[in-house]
């Protein structure tokens, strides 16, 4: 046997080192998985492909932030200021911030308290005698007899609502539904027993609702020098250090609470500077990349449109700003073309008919009362009936938010929900344990807000709708603005006080206008010379059968001036035959016939805007639609009511405005009892809109459109042309 070389792998023993078995290589072409066949399945390039992929979402994610930068609406404010209530937001937001209109301001050490001017309260504080109703006096039971007599008493408050409840009576029996009897003394009696037993104790734990009221000591509340919005509602009305004030009274500037129209302009900015700062995390330095829409008044005052702009651009520096009117805007929300827009504010009610985008100008009112009057009015009934709660007065904000919340709660317009029935409301006062109590109510809840169709029983003195001022700079405007006519009366307005103007004085005509004497030259054939007619004895004609002033001329008078009697014999007179060689001589009027004759109506003897503002609801609107045009207009505004505002909250408002409104316009305008459709219809606010943000939200729908880009007002311009700028960019000024 040969021996092999050592070393000699050939020689070596064939032994396994491992029991492990290596799979052959894998034959890829009766393979179905993809599995490691490509280099992008492996680790590494995984790891890349995450990387590039979180880049391209960055990327992405900075295309989507420039783009939402510049889409429409999303830079673009809208204001809308009230006197009770500032909404405020983004275009493109759903619904409006809702930020009280108040501001309170530390007062001065060195400075003299200044006395506040609260709201009177309903426990006859500060009040007349005569002017507060007693719940004996009150005491009436639903019987004809018994309103009767009250309706005899002098015209006091006391007799303003026994004829809301004889109007209430009558509409009860014209539905055929059964009033209670007894029901206020079922009412006194209940409410007389609550009140001597007193309310409900809640403990702090126990109320979810309870407010922290400011503790003065606090270092917090001595470092803070200026207050608005919701806080200011925290501070106690007993507390002396602050001075508490509304910029906006009746949709104008608030000029009695002020000294100066810089002060308040002042407040204003500091109001807008808090609330974009903190609510909607817009500092100053951004203020010149956004725009602004100012929601204005239908009947606004130019100084009231040039100060806020002026604010808005040079003051706080916004980039460019427009106005739109409130009426338009709520069309907007509503998403209708025409309508009658009844908008029920707080202290303010204004009715204006948009007819195609524009306002239609005649047809404009506004009535000196809203909510508020409705809230006190009701804090007066409840009064009379032995409300529990004794220490009541509007004057405070807690207990004035305490009677609003009743309000939207308990009221109605619909007579067969007015009955006996039990509520309950809490009481939060500072300083005070939070208590609950127990009252009955009757016809309380209907007779408040009826006093919208009759404002003379909400007892509120009447005040213009808008208050002007020298500091305003009225001069100033006139010149850049030229004619203004968005603050003067308009026809609806007038309509609604023909009653109150004087009868026309008659005016008398020359009534020598023709031939006195006529005398003819002798002539060859002796021809005998005509009798004159007899001079006819002219009747004094009436200021409205007088022709355009253009009729009268120095030297002629029309024929149409004359009644038609005098015409026939001045025709007659001057058709007598005349032979050819008969002069005739006329002697001229005593008194020449010049342009100073012509008849100038004189203006009405009283505020036509004042007394325009005390007229009720329902026909306010009657004078609205009927001032807007023709009989088809009239169908048009008629059946499109669009009742909107913070007062339109109450229940069954659009019933017992329909049924008031329906009898007016069908003694108006006879002809539309023969369409086949209602002639007064309400509409009610979309579902998902609450009619309190129904102009806002129209509003923010119009600053998202391609054609506001033709109506702002940039800061240059305003700067170099003022108003002018304004007034040619603008289509309401």
């Not at 008919?353 to 005649?362: H, K, T």
Request: aromatic share 6%.
């Amino acid at each position: 046997m040969v021996k092999g070389k050592r070393g000699d792998p050939d020689d070596l023993p064939k032994f396994k080192l491992t029991s492990f078995c290596v799979p052959p290589q894998v034959n890829s072409k009766n393979m179905n998985s993809n599995y490691l066949r490509t280099e992008s399945q492996t680790v590494w390039s995984r790891k890349s492909t995450g990387t590039e992929k979180r880049k391209r979402d960055e990327q992405r994610t900075e295309i989507n932030e420039a783009v939402a930068e510049t889409l429409a609406g999303s830079k673009t404010i809208v204001i809308h200021p009230g006197s009770q209530t500032l909404r405020i937001g983004l275009a493109t937001d759903y619904q409006p911030l809702q930020i009280p209109m108040v501001i309170a301001r530390r007062r001065k050490p060195s400075s003299n308290p200044v006395p506040e001017v609260s709201s009177s309260s309903t426990n006859g504080k500060g009040k007349e005698k005569t002017s507060e109703p007693t719940a004996e006096a009150m005491d009436v039971d639903p019987d004809e007899q018994d309103i009767d007599a009250q309706l005899k008493a002098p015209d006091t408050l006391e007799s303003r609502i026994a004829n809301l409840r004889q109007t209430h009576l009558k509409r009860t029996h014209a539905l055929k539904l059964r009033p209670i009897p007894q029901g206020r003394s079922l009412v006194q009696n209940y409410n007389s027993d609550a009140l001597e037993e007193g309310g409900e104790k809640i403990e702090d734990f126990n109320d979810p609702l309870r407010v922290e009221w400011w503790d003065p000591s606090t270092a917090k509340a001595k470092s803070t020098k200026t207050v608005v919005g919701e806080e200011v509602g925290r501070i106690p009305p007993e507390s002396a250090d602050w001075v508490i004030r509304r910029p906006f009274k009746g949709r104008a500037f608030n000029l009695e609470a002020y000294e100066k129209l810089q002060v308040l302009l002042d407040d204003l900015e500091l109001f807008f500077n808090e609330v974009l700062e903190k609510e909607m995390r817009i500092s100053k330095k951004e203020y010149d990349s956004y725009s602004v829409i100012l929601v204005i008044p239908d009947h606004v005052s130019k100084s009231y449109i040039r100060e806020m702009s002026h604010l808005l651009l040079a003051t706080m520096g916004f980039k460019q700003m427009c106005v739109q009117q409130e009426s338009l805007g709520a069309t907007f929300g509503a998403g209708i073309s025409a309508a009658c827009v009844v908008d029920i504010g707080a202290t303010r009610t204004s009715i204006a008919c948009v007819e195609d985008g524009a306002v239609v100008n005649d047809s404009k009112m506004c009535l000196n009362y809203g909510g508020d009057d409705i809230t006190r009015f009701l804090s007066t009934l409840l009064v009379s009936s032995f409300f529990p709660y004794q220490e009541l007065d509007l004057g405070k904000s807690y207990d004035f938010k305490l009677i609003e919340g009743l309000k939207e709660k308990i009221c109605t317009l619909n007579e067969a929900q007015v009955g006996v029935n039990l509520n309950e409301f809490v009481s939060r006062r500072p300083g005070k344990p939070t208590m609950k109590y127990r009252f009955k109510v009757f016809d309380e809840v209907i007779l408040a807000p009826m006093g919208l169709f009759e404002p003379r029983a909400m007892e509120r003195e009447s005040e213009p709708p808008v208050v002007e001022s020298e500091d305003l700079g009225g001069d100033e405007v006139d010149d850049l603005c030229g004619e203004w006519t968005l603050d003067l009366p308009t026809v609806a307005m007038i309509s609604a006080t023909q009653h109150l103007r004087p009868p026309p004085p008659p005016i008398d005509i020359l009534p020598t206008i023709l031939p006195t004497t006529a005398t003819a030259e002798p002539s060859p054939m002796a021809t005998p010379t005509p009798t004159p007619a007899p001079t006819p004895t002219l009747e004094p004609v009436a200021a409205e059968t007088l022709p355009p002033p253009a009729l009268f001329t120095e030297t002629s008078v029309s024929e149409s001036l004359l009644p038609v009697e005098a015409a026939e014999l001045a025709t007659t007179a001057l058709a007598v035959e005349v032979p050819p060689a008969a002069t005739i001589v006329v002697d001229p009027p005593t008194e020449p016939i010049t342009k100073e004759a012509t008849p100038v109506p004189s203006p009405p003897p009283f505020d036509v805007l004042g007394a325009a503002a005390r007229i009720a609801l329902d026909f306010g609107i009657v004078h609205s639609i009927g001032s807007a045009g023709g009989e088809d207009k009239v169908k048009k505004f008629a059946g499109n009511v669009l009742v909107i505002g913070g007062g339109a909250r109450s229940a069954n408002l659009g019933w017992g405005l329909e049924s008031r409104l329906h009898p007016l316009i069908v003694s108006r305008f006879p002809s539309l009892t023969q369409s086949a459709t209602q002639p007064v219809q309400i509409i009610a606010p979309p579902r998902e809109i609450d009619p309190r943000f129904l102009i806002w939200k129209g509003t923010a729908v119009f600053g998202r459109l391609e054609s506001i880009q033709e109506f702002w007002v940039g800061r240059a311009e305003w700067e170099m042309f003022g108003m002018r700028a304004l007034r040619e960019k603008s289509l309401v000024i």
